[in-house]
Each structure stands twice: as C-alpha cells, then as structure tokens.
C-alpha cells in the first residue's frame, strides 16, 4: 500500500522569563505603497504592537527587511494573499521569523461590517505569517491601530473572546483595546518561544495539553476558523488524529472556500485510512490551489490525492493524478515509481518490470524495485523469475540489517514481499516454505490478510491448533467474519474440543447476512459435532435446518442418516441416503451405508419373520 504521514516531533521552550526578539520582514503590495506616508505610518504602528507585546510577554518586534510583494490581480482576499506569502517567503533558515505582508483594500463589499477585523486582517496561527489589508479611510483609524496587534495575538495561538477590552475581540467599534485577556495571556505565555519555522505540529505533546484545555474554555464563545485550525494541531500532537478531523471539519465549514483546509484535511484522512474522504478533501484543494506561489501546496495535495486513488483500487485515477504532479515536479522519481507500480496493478505487467528495470539500472541495489519485479513477475505467472527478484531483496535486507542499515523498503512493500514469498512457494505446492514467508509477513505488518493466507494454509495441512490460533488473531479486530468462525469451528471439532466448536458454529451463525448457503453449512456442522458427542437428537433437528436451506447437499442428507441410525430408524436411514445418492450419484460414504442399511434392514426383517414363526408354532 502507498500511504503518507502528517510527521511530528518535540520542540524545547526556553524560559519564559526571557526576552525574545522576532525578526520581522514586511512585504508590501504595489497597491499599499500607494498610500501616502504608508512606511512611515506602518513603523508606527510595528513600534505600538511590539511595546504592547514586550511588555506582557517579553517579546520585541524589529523589523528586518521590507520587501517588494506582487501578489496578482487576482487576490483579492486575505487567504489568497495569505496562500501566496506562505509560498514566496518562506521563513527561518537564517531568514525571518515572522513575515507580515501589506495590502491595499481599494473596494470594500456593502455587505462587509468593518467592525470585524477579520475582514482587515489575517494570521495563519503558530506559523508566523499574518495579512493586513488596511483600508485607506480615517473613519477605520481605530480598526489600523489594532488589527496588527489583535493578528499577532493570532499567530501565537490566541483565539478570539467575548471581552470586548480585550485586544482579541474581534470586533472594534470606539475603544481602543490595550490589553490581552487572562485566557489569551495564558496561551500566548504557553506558545512565545515556539520556532515558527517548525510550527504548531511541533509542540511537545504536554504543551498541547495544556493549549487544548485553554483553548476549551473559550468555546463557549463563537469561534472562528483560527480556533478550530489550532485545535486540530494541538489534537494531532496528542495523538488523537479523530479529534482533529472533528475540528477541521468544523474550521472547513467556516471557511469553505480556503483549499488549505482541504488539503490538511485530506492529508489527515488519508494518515487514518479514511481514504474516499481523503479523496473528497484533497479534490477540493487541487482545484483551490490556483496560484502561482501554491505550486507546492498542490503537488501535495496531487501526491496524496494519488496515494488515495491508488489504496482504493482506482488506479486509473492514480496514475492521472500522480502525471499532474509529474507537470509540476518532473524529477520526482518516487511517483515516477509509483506510475509503474499502477502499471503493475493494471495488468500491464511487461510495461512496468521496464520501468522497474530502468530505475534499477540507475540503482542496482535499490530492494524496492526488485520487490515489484518480483511482484510483477508473479502476478505475471512466472514465479522462478519472481523468487529470484524478490530473494534478491530479501538478501539485501539481511545484509543491510547485518549492517545496521535500512531496509530501504517501507513496512507496506516489505510485508509485501514476504506475502508474495508466501504466495509463491504455495502455488508451487512447497508449504513449509510458504509457512515461513508468511510467519515472517506477518511478524513486519500483523494484518487480517497475513493471518488469513497463514491460517488458510494451516487449515489445509490438517495443523488445526496453529490455524485456530490464527484464526483468532483476525477475529481480535474482526468479530463479524462467519467465515473465520466457521473455521475454527472444524479446527475445534478436529481436535476434539466440541464445546468451543459449537460455540464459534453458533458466532458465525449470527454474521451470516441471511445468506442461506452458509447457513446451511454451518447447521450441517453443528449436525456433525452433535453426532460426535452422540446426541443424535439434536443433530438431527440441525441437519434437517440445513437440509431446508439447501436440498441439494449430499452431506447434509448423509448427517441426517447416520442420525437415523444411530436413533434405530432404519427406513428414514434408507430415505435419507437415497436422497443423497440423487443428489452425488458417486458419494462412497452414502453407498456403503446404504448397503449397511439394507442389510440390517433384511436382517431385521429375517428376524421379524422367525419371531413370528415361533409364536405361530407356540
């Protein structure tokens, strides 16, 4: 299986008691520079957020460098601009630590409340990026001198709050807010050291948990996109992946039109199985992501788009999503690997084994490709062709392992292997060794699939504990199989352990589906456990269950004699067998007991007329 993750790792905080300063680069749109006195009146207002901010968390802004930004015509609104700063000025690595880009809002819709400084402003949370986009009107002076301090209270995980003295209100009308709430100030203490570069994923899991409570007790209050985007981190930290899908889900219905949610969205549901919604999420960013300063987001998005395609079975649409990525990033020989792997997947088994066999031309001890010559040679039918490929992986693998090196295969593709291994030396009737490949897949990926080929094959060698055991590995995440049950039933009959054969008989009867051939056999195998343990009475009644489910099973109606028989009923004995033999004319078991039958019924009846004769001589 081809799959991606969303990685985490721990971030250290200093002491808060420390003064931090934050490298600052503004980038100013062409139409920001055309308001009079506009960097002279930007300082000012840089110059008030950083006192506000140095003198309740000990943090001081200094500006970097003003750079020139021309993000399009086409962005108009704060995320677009947004999307398009995150992809041009990437921050850390020597450069800044925060990034806040200028904006002119020239055309302010009628249905807009300048009130609301989401309108005016925009901060991508615990990622240090914020949008300002100030209107060039005095009457909103009061909304210019707040929105940048509200947005950097934004950027360092603040949320928004009822308190309307409180500069994360996040509406302003007359007063002018000059303090941070006790619930902001808390969050913004939790969060001053965090490394922008590295971001909100990267918060020590403890520091999530506190964050998360705080953020908790202001949900009382209508949140906003923000909120619920910050809460989905500090989730994903903490390891509850479906709490985070929760959440997004909540900031995705907030901003609808914002193709990052999207795609994070999509990513986290393809980390958790979830692929179809994978699909959903990921489909809505790649059409979102339009601009020139997205083309990585939107590879992403294409990569794991495809990735999703690929593990529902739709490899059409894989490989067409993974050649869209191709157009932005050629030299990617990892999805140029992965199109010939859906090649493989299609049948087209010589096409793919010659793209395989070109990258390893190019990487002669590349384990990965040779487990998909390998692969493909075996879904090809050529199977010495295929161990020969994949015993080569294999033998790198214990080398490099000798080593202490990497496999260079991913758990997916060495379980692979191993299961093809498997596959291979069963179709070439060498059990053991297919034992052992199996043994050794299911000790790198514990599956359903591994333990089913494996206990499959135990149940077919007559090894009915080792199948048993199998069996209920499976059953341990996968209670509604009446297939599992049904055959740990026969391995308990086999070894003589009646009660449990009954009872996994009876399990499976209840995930049937009403699906009647089942049924059916399941009854005929209760019938023969009852016999075992000689109750013929209750073999009988479920013989005669399986018999009104499917008539046509010469077993079913042998179970039903031998009960007979075994209750002295010679004539139902006779009836029932010669209903088996209509069914299998051949079946050796109903002819020999029909002429066991016969016969003790001839001799019953010899008996009745001696009996008879010496009355009458009496």
């Known amino acids: 299986m081809i799959f991606f993750l969303l990685q985490t790792a721990?971030?250290?905080?200093?002491?808060?008691?420390?003064?931090?300063?934050?490298?600052?680069?503004?980038?100013?749109?062409?139409?920001?520079?055309?308001?009079?006195?506009?960097?002279?009146?930007?300082?000012?207002?840089?110059?008030?957020?950083?006192?506000?901010?140095?003198?309740?968390?000990?943090?001081?802004?200094?500006?970097?460098?003003y750079i020139d930004w021309n993000p399009g015509a086409k962005v108009i609104d704060t995320m677009a601009a947004m999307n398009d700063l995150q992809g041009k000025?990437?921050?850390?690595?020597?450069?800044?630590?925060?990034?806040?880009?200028?904006?002119?809002?020239?055309?302010?819709p009628k249905n807009v409340d300048m009130k609301e400084l989401h309108v005016i402003g925009r901060a991508s949370p615990l990622a240090g990026y914020l949008v300002l986009r100030y209107p060039n009107n005095p009457l909103y002076k009061v909304q210019e001198e707040t929105v940048l301090v509200h947005e950097l209270g934004h950027?360092?995980?603040?949320?928004?709050?009822?308190?309307?003295?409180?500069?994360?209100?996040?509406?302003?009308?007359?007063q002018l807010p000059t303090r941070f709430d006790l619930d902001n100030h808390e969050i913004i203490m939790m969060t001053k050291k965090l490394d922008f570069s590295q971001g909100g994923d990267h918060l020590d899991p403890r520091l999530s948990q506190q964050l998360v409570g705080a953020y908790l007790k202001l949900m009382v209050y209508e949140q906003s996109f923000d909120f619920y985007y910050g809460l989905g981190i500090f989730y994903?930290?903490?390891?509850?992946?479906?709490?985070?899908?929760?959440?997004?889900?909540?900031?995705?219905?907030?901003?609808?039109?914002?193709?990052?949610?999207?795609?994070?969205?999509?990513?986290l549901y393809a980390k958790t199985g979830h692929y179809h919604e994978a699909i959903r999420s990921l489909s809505r960013a790649v059409t979102g992501f339009q601009m020139p300063g997205q083309a990585a987001k939107k590879a992403q998005a294409l990569e794991v788009l495809g990735g999703s395609y690929f593990n529902t079975g739709n490899y059409d649409q894989a490989y067409r999503i993974w050649s869209q990525y191709l157009a932005i990033n050629p030299e990617n020989q990892d999805i140029r690997i992965n199109l010939a792997v859906v090649q493989m997947k299609r049948g087209q088994y010589d096409k793919a084994i010659s793209e395989f066999q070109n990258f390893l031309k190019k990487d002669p001890g590349n384990v990965r490709l040779l487990s998909y010559i390998g692969s493909s040679y075996y879904l090809k039918g050529q199977y010495s062709l295929a161990l020969r490929y994949m015993n080569d992986a294999i033998n790198i693998?214990?080398?490099?392992?000798?080593?202490?090196?990497?496999?260079?295969?991913?758990?997916?593709?060495?379980?692979?292997?191993?299961?093809?291994?498997?596959?291979?030396?069963?179709?070439?009737?060498?059990?053991?060794?297919?034992?052992?490949?199996?043994?050794?897949?299911?000790?790198?990926?514990?599956?359903?699939?591994?333990?089913?080929?494996?206990?499959e094959i135990y149940f077919r060698q007559g090894q009915w504990s080792d199948s048993a055991r199998e069996f209920a590995n499976i059953l341990q995440v996968q209670k509604d199989d009446p297939d599992i049950y049904g055959m740990m039933g026969v391995a308990f009959s086999q070894t003589g352990d009646y009660r449990q054969a009954l009872a996994m008989f009876n399990e499976a009867l209840r995930y049937t589906?009403?699906?009647?051939?089942?049924?059916?056999?399941?009854?005929?195998?209760?019938?023969?456990?009852y016999l075992n343990v000689e109750?013929?009475?209750?073999?009988?009644?479920?013989?005669?269950?399986?018999?009104?489910?499917?008539?046509?099973?010469?077993?079913?109606?042998?179970?039903?004699?031998?009960?007979?028989?075994?209750?002295?009923?010679?004539?139902?004995?006779?009836?029932?067998?010669?209903?088996?033999?209509?069914?299998?004319?051949?079946?050796k078991k109903a002819k020999e007991l029909l002429e066991t039958v016969k016969k003790n019924m001839e001799a019953a009846k010899n008996a009745q007329t001696i009996t008879v004769e010496l009355k009458q001589k009496e």
């Open 513 to 529: 589906d009403n699906d009647k051939e089942k049924e059916a056999n399941l009854y005929k195998n209760i019938g023969y456990v």
């Open 236 to 267: 994903l930290n903490l390891n509850q992946p479906e709490d985070a899908i929760k959440v997004w889900k909540k900031a995705e219905a907030q901003d609808p039109e914002n193709p990052q949610i999207h795609a994070d969205l999509g990513i």
């Open 10 to 65: 721990k971030t250290g905080f200093a002491s808060p008691d420390e003064l931090r300063t934050l490298q600052v680069d503004i980038a100013v749109a062409p139409s920001f520079k055309k308001i009079h006195g506009w960097k002279q009146n930007f300082k000012k207002r840089l110059a008030y957020a950083s006192k506000i901010f140095e003198t309740e968390f000990k943090i001081k802004l200094v500006e970097r460098n």
């Open 397 to 455: 693998i214990k080398s490099n392992a000798r080593h202490g090196k990497k496999s260079g295969l991913e758990k997916s593709q060495l379980y692979d292997t191993y299961n093809n291994m498997g596959a291979i030396h069963l179709r070439m009737d060498n059990p053991k060794e297919a034992i052992r490949y199996l043994k050794a897949a299911c000790r790198v990926q514990s599956t359903i699939d591994c333990h089913r080929n494996l206990g």
């Open 155 to 174: 950027v360092f995980g603040a949320i928004h709050t009822d308190d309307k003295t409180s500069i994360m209100s996040p509406v302003v009308d007359r």
């Open 535 to 587: 109750q013929p009475d209750p073999a009988l009644q479920q013989f005669r269950i399986a018999a009104s489910k499917k008539w046509l099973d010469a077993d079913t109606h042998l179970g039903i004699a031998i009960a007979e028989m075994k209750k002295t009923n010679l004539l139902g004995a006779r009836k029932a067998l010669e209903d088996a033999l209509q069914i299998d004319r051949e079946h």
């Open 89 to 108: 000025y990437p921050i850390g690595q020597g450069g800044a630590d925060l990034v806040i880009g200028l904006m002119h809002m020239t055309k302010i």
